[in-house]
């Protein structure tokens, strides 16, 4: 597999407001997705900004990446209010982009399960609201136990992330030392050429 192209601008912007105008200018121009500057003219105060505490140096992030994990054990209810505040973490991301990665412990056919379960339903009724596609491709199992295995491993992006993904796949050559496989794929500077009908 090869490594994904992944953005990135490093600068000093000498406090300067314009030259900090043209960094945000650059990184869409550019599909940036992270950009490292020292002396910034400021910090706002927006998700994808963060800075120091002496206002020298800022990170700017224009790829929201989130990480989830919904145990099992939980219930149904809780489930519905870890979507809710799921959906408000990628509501807030100011540049529309985000990739959300984890093992929800719900089954549904739109990602791969032969049988939806109502953590499943669920999530598929959160989808539509979030604005968010599913990745997954094909019904490989993501979870392998001596009982059986299931897909509950998903990865979702935001329309313009999911257009520039390409080769989801499963890995299921390769030693995790866990029941979960890895999942793989890349994401291109530019969106997937779509082959012909």
């Known amino acids: 597999m090869t ?40 910090v706002p105060s927006v998700p994808d900004w963060a800075g120091d505490i002496d206002g020298l140096v800022a990170v700017v ?39 959300v990665f984890g093992d929800l412990n719900a089954k549904s056919s739109a990602w791969g399960s032969p049988v939806t379960c109502p953590r499943g339903r669920e999530t598929e009724e959160w989808l539509v609201g979030s604005g968010l596609v599913i990745l997954n491709r094909g019904a490989e199992n993501t979870c392998v136990r001596r009982s059986g295995g299931s897909v509950v491993d998903v990865s979702f992006a935001t329309p313009d992330v999911a257009r520039r993904v390409c080769g989801w796949e499963v890995l299921v050559d390769v030693e995790t030392l866990s029941d979960h496989r890895y999942i793989g794929f890349r994401v291109a500077a530019a969106p997937e050429a779509r082959a012909g009908p």
């Open 61 to 99: 992030q224009r790829l929201l990446v989130v990480g989830v994990y919904f145990s099992p054990n939980r219930p149904l209810a809780e489930f519905e209010s870890f979507l809710d505040e799921l959906g408000q973490v990628v509501g807030r991301s100011r540049s529309g982009r985000a990739l």
């Open 3 to 42: 490594s994904s192209p992944y953005h990135i601008l490093q600068g000093n912007l000498n406090h300067s407001a314009r030259a900090q105008d043209l960094l945000i200018q650059s990184m869409a121009e550019r599909l940036t997705h992270l950009a490292v500057v020292a002396e910034p003219y400021r």
